[in-house]
C-alpha cells in the first residue's frame, strides 16, 4: 500500500542518516572564551568574551534524532564498521536482545519527530573595542529537515496492522527541508551598570538558498486499505513543494550549485551581567530570538497542489515502477485531479529559518566552576518553515583560558533525556550532546557532534595565564606572539 511503502520509506531515511549525525552546543557556546562561536546563540554574548580578537578556522556540527525507530545495541563507531550488518526488526520473530537490529517504535498514542541539521561554520572573525563594542563576520552553511509533529498513526505495525475496509485516521503534519548559506555581520555593544553591564548584540545575514522541499498533509485525512493494491483517502488536502534541478539528477550528470532562492535573516540577543572582585562575572542572563526570516526559491521550483474533498481511490501499482517525482505528481494530479497538470500551482516557494527563542543563564560557583542554563523553544511563523529543535540543558563546567570541559545534561523536544560531554584543549573543540550514541546505547535513535578548530591571542612567558581578560568594557593589553 502507498502508506506502507511511504512508512518504510521514512524509516530508510533514519538508517542512511544516522552516520550524518550538535545542532545547539550548548556547552561550547555558553563558555567565556567561545567568542566568535557565542554569537550564534545569543549575538549579546560577545560582549562578554576576554580577548581582543577571535577567530574560527573551521568547525561542523551534525545533528540527528527521531522517536520514529532505533538500531539494538550499538553506537556511532560500531555503525560505521558494521552498518551492512543491521537487520530489519520488522521482518523477525524474536528481536529482544539482538545487536544491531532496526525497528520502529510501536506506541501510537503520543506524536512522533525527526530531525536532521548539519552545519559548517566557516570563516568567522571577532573584534572587541576598548569602547565596549564588538564586531564580526562569518559565513556557514547550513542544511535541516525535520517533522515535529508526524502523527502516532504513522506507525508501521499500526498501519500494517489493518485490515481491509477499516478506518485509519491521519492528523496533519508538515514536512520541510532547506540547504542555505548566510554571510553575516555581528555588532554588540555593552553599557556599564552599577554592578556590572548590560549588553545588545545582532547578527543580520543575507542568504543563499540551494535546495528546498516542502510538503504538509492540511487537515485531518481518513485512510483505509481495499482490495486489489488499493487505499481510499478521504479528506485529502496536501501541499508539495521542491526545487527540481538536481531531484532527478544522474550519476553522469553534474550537480548545480547554483543558488536558486535568497532572503535575509536577523538574530537578536540581550545580556544582562553582574560581576564580582574577580577578572570573570558572577552571573549573566541572557535571552535570544535567533534566525528570524526566510528564503524565496524563484527558479528551479515546483509547487503542487492536491485537494480533493470526495473520497479518492489510488493504486499503487500504477506508482511501482516510477523513477522520477515528475512522475509521481503527475500520476497523483491525474488520480486525485482528473487531469495530468492541474496539481502545478503558479507560486514560488518560500521556507522559513528555523526560529527560535532562548534564555540563557551562567553563574560561577567558584574561580574557574560554573553552571549554565539553556533554554531553547521553537517559533513557527510558518507551515513552511524549517523546525529547529526544542531544547533544554543544565551544564557544570571547569573553565580555563587553555582549557575547558562540561558534562551537560539535556533534554530534547522535552521528551528526551540525553548527557553529554564536552571539550576544548587550547584551540581545539570536540564534543557532544549525546554521549550515549558514542559509546554505546540499547536503542540507537540518532547522535550528535561537533568539532572546531579556532585562534585567539596568546602569548608565552609570565602572566600569560590571565589571557588578557576585560571587565565593564576595559580590556588589558593582549600580546600576540611573536616569531
Same mark, same amino acid.
Given at each position: 500500500?502507498?502508506?506502507?511503502?511511504?512508512?518504510?520509506?521514512?524509516?530508510?531515511?533514519?538508517?542512511?542518516?544516522?552516520?550524518?549525525?550538535?545542532?545547539?552546543?550548548?556547552?561550547?557556546?555558553?563558555?567565556?572564551?567561545?567568542?566568535?562561536?557565542?554569537?550564534?546563540?545569543?549575538?549579546?554574548?560577545?560582549?562578554?568574551?576576554?580577548?581582543?580578537?577571535? #577567530?574560527?578556522?573551521?568547525?561542523?556540527?551534525?545533528?540527528?534524532?527521531?522517536?520514529?525507530?532505533?538500531?539494538?545495541?550499538?553506537?556511532?563507531?560500531?555503525?560505521?564498521?558494521?552498518?551492512?550488518?543491521?537487520?530489519?526488526?520488522?521482518?523477525?520473530?524474536?528481536?529482544?536482545?539482538?545487536?544491531?537490529?532496526?525497528?520502529?517504535?510501536?506506541?501510537?498514542?503520543?506524536?512522533?519527530?525527526?530531525?536532521?541539521?548539519?552545519?559548517?561554520?566557516?570563516?568567522?572573525?571577532?573584534?572587541?573595542?576598548?569602547?565596549?563594542?564588538?564586531?564580526?563576520?562569518?559565513?556557514?552553511?547550513?542544511?535541516?529537515?525535520?517533522?515535529?509533529?508526524?502523527?502516532?498513526?504513522?506507525?508501521?505495525?499500526?498501519?500494517?496492522?489493518?485490515?481491509?475496509?477499516?478506518?485509519?485516521?491521519?492528523?496533519?503534519?508538515?514536512?520541510?527541508?532547506?540547504?542555505?548559506?548566510?554571510?553575516?555581520?555581528?555588532?554588540?555593544?555593552?553599557?556599564?551598570?552599577?554592578?556590572?553591564?548590560?549588553?545588545?548584540?545582532?547578527?543580520?545575514?543575507?542568504?543563499?538558498?540551494?535546495?528546498?522541499?516542502?510538503?504538509?498533509?492540511?487537515?485531518?485525512?481518513?485512510?483505509?486499505?481495499?482490495?486489489?493494491?488499493?487505499?481510499?483517502?478521504?479528506?485529502?488536502?496536501?501541499?508539495?513543494?521542491?526545487?527540481?534541478?538536481?531531484?532527478?539528477?544522474?550519476?553522469?550528470?553534474?550537480?548545480?550549485?547554483?543558488?536558486?532562492?535568497?532572503?535575509?535573516?536577523?538574530?537578536?540577543?540581550?545580556?544582562?551581567?553582574?560581576?564580582?572582585?574577580?577578572?570573570?562575572?558572577?552571573?549573566?542572563?541572557?535571552?535570544?530570538?535567533? =534566525?528570524?526570516?526566510?528564503?524565496?526559491?524563484?527558479?528551479?521550483?515546483?509547487?503542487?497542489?492536491?485537494?480533493?474533498?470526495?473520497?479518492?481511490?489510488?493504486?499503487?501499482?500504477?506508482?511501482?515502477?516510477?523513477?522520477?517525482?515528475?512522475?509521481?505528481?503527475?500520476?497523483?494530479?491525474?488520480?486525485?485531479?482528473?487531469?495530468?497538470?492541474?496539481?502545478?500551482?503558479?507560486?514560488?516557494?518560500?521556507?522559513?529559518?528555523?526560529?527560535?527563542?532562548?534564555?540563557?543563564?551562567?553563574?560561577?560557583?567558584?574561580?574557574?566552576?560554573?553552571?549554565?542554563?539553556?533554554?531553547?523553544?521553537?517559533?513557527?511563523?510558518?507551515?513552511?518553515?524549517?523546525?529547529?529543535?526544542?531544547?533544554?540543558?543544565?551544564?557544570?563546567?571547569?573553565?580555563?583560558?587553555?582549557?575547558? #570541559?562540561?558534562?551537560?545534561?539535556?533534554?530534547?523536544?522535552?521528551?528526551?533525556?540525553?548527557?553529554?560531554?564536552?571539550?576544548?584543549?587550547?584551540?581545539?573543540?570536540?564534543?557532544?550532546?549525546?554521549?550515549?550514541?558514542?559509546?554505546?546505547?540499547?536503542?540507537?535513535?540518532?547522535? =550528535?557532534?561537533?568539532?572546531?578548530?579556532?585562534?585567539?591571542?596568546?602569548?608565552?612567558?609570565?602572566?600569560?595565564?590571565?589571557?588578557?581578560?576585560?571587565?565593564?568594557?576595559?580590556?588589558?593589553?593582549?600580546?600576540?606572539?611573536?616569531?
Amino acid at each position: 500500500m502507498p502508506i506502507k511503502t511511504a512508512c518504510l520509506s521514512l524509516f530508510l531515511l533514519f538508517i542512511s542518516s544516522v552516520t550524518v549525525s550538535a545542532q545547539y552546543q550548548s556547552a561550547l557556546r555558553m563558555e567565556n572564551y567561545a567568542g566568535i562561536n557565542s554569537v550564534f546563540l545569543n549575538p549579546a554574548s560577545s560582549s562578554t568574551y576576554p580577548l581582543r580578537w577571535d #577567530l574560527n578556522l573551521a568547525s561542523i556540527d551534525l545533528f540527528f534524532d527521531n522517536n520514529i525507530g532505533f538500531i539494538s545495541n550499538t553506537s556511532v563507531g560500531d555503525l560505521s564498521k558494521n552498518g551492512d550488518q543491521v537487520k530489519r526488526g520488522w521482518e523477525m520473530e524474536n528481536v529482544n536482545g539482538q545487536d544491531l537490529v532496526a525497528d520502529f517504535y510501536r506506541e501510537i498514542d503520543k506524536d512522533r519527530y525527526l530531525q536532521l541539521s548539519a552545519t559548517v561554520n566557516g570563516p568567522a572573525f571577532l573584534f572587541n573595542t576598548n569602547g565596549g563594542q564588538s564586531l564580526g563576520v562569518f559565513y556557514n552553511f547550513r542544511l535541516m529537515a525535520g517533522v515535529p509533529n508526524l502523527p502516532g498513526t504513522a506507525n508501521y505495525y499500526y498501519l500494517t496492522s489493518k485490515a481491509v475496509n477499516e478506518l485509519i485516521d491521519f492528523r496533519s503534519f508538515n514536512f520541510n527541508f532547506m540547504a542555505w548559506d548566510e554571510i553575516g555581520a555581528h555588532f554588540s555593544q555593552r553599557i556599564p551598570t552599577a554592578n556590572g553591564y548590560i549588553s545588545a548584540g545582532i547578527n543580520v545575514k543575507a542568504l543563499r538558498g540551494y535546495e528546498a522541499a516542502h510538503i504538509s498533509l492540511n487537515n485531518d485525512t481518513e485512510i483505509s486499505y481495499i482490495e486489489n493494491s488499493q487505499v481510499q483517502i478521504t479528506g485529502l488536502d496536501v501541499r508539495l513543494g521542491y526545487t527540481s534541478e538536481n531531484v532527478d539528477i544522474a550519476d553522469t550528470q553534474t550537480y548545480n550549485s547554483d543558488p536558486s532562492g535568497r532572503g535575509l535573516g536577523v538574530d537578536l540577543g540581550f545580556n544582562y551581567v553582574v560581576e564580582d572582585d574577580s577578572d570573570t562575572y558572577k552571573l549573566r542572563l541572557g535571552a535570544s530570538l535567533n =534566525d528570524i526570516g526566510s528564503v524565496k526559491f524563484t527558479e528551479n521550483v515546483e509547487v503542487h497542489g492536491l485537494r480533493n474533498a470526495q473520497v479518492v481511490t489510488l493504486d499503487e501499482t500504477r506508482y511501482q515502477d516510477f523513477t522520477s517525482i515528475d512522475q509521481v505528481t503527475e500520476q497523483a494530479s491525474a488520480d486525485i485531479l482528473g487531469s495530468l497538470s492541474l496539481s502545478e500551482l503558479d507560486e514560488d516557494l518560500s521556507i522559513g529559518l528555523p526560529t527560535t527563542f532562548s534564555l540563557q543563564a551562567d553563574y560561577k560557583v567558584i574561580e574557574n566552576v560554573f553552571v549554565s542554563g539553556l533554554f531553547i523553544n521553537r517559533i513557527s511563523f510558518s507551515d513552511t518553515a524549517v523546525k529547529a529543535t526544542n531544547f533544554l540543558a543544565i551544564a557544570p563546567r571547569f573553565e580555563h583560558r587553555w582549557g575547558m #570541559l562540561s558534562l551537560p545534561v539535556n533534554i530534547t523536544e522535552y521528551k528526551r533525556v540525553k548527557m553529554g560531554a564536552a571539550l576544548r584543549l587550547g584551540f581545539i573543540i570536540l564534543g557532544t550532546d549525546d554521549l550515549g550514541s558514542i559509546i554505546g546505547t540499547k536503542e540507537f535513535r540518532g547522535t =550528535d557532534i561537533y568539532v572546531g578548530i579556532k585562534a585567539n591571542p596568546f602569548k608565552i612567558g609570565k602572566g600569560s595565564s590571565k589571557g588578557g581578560a576585560r571587565k565593564s568594557g576595559k580590556k588589558s593589553d593582549v600580546k600576540c606572539y611573536k616569531f
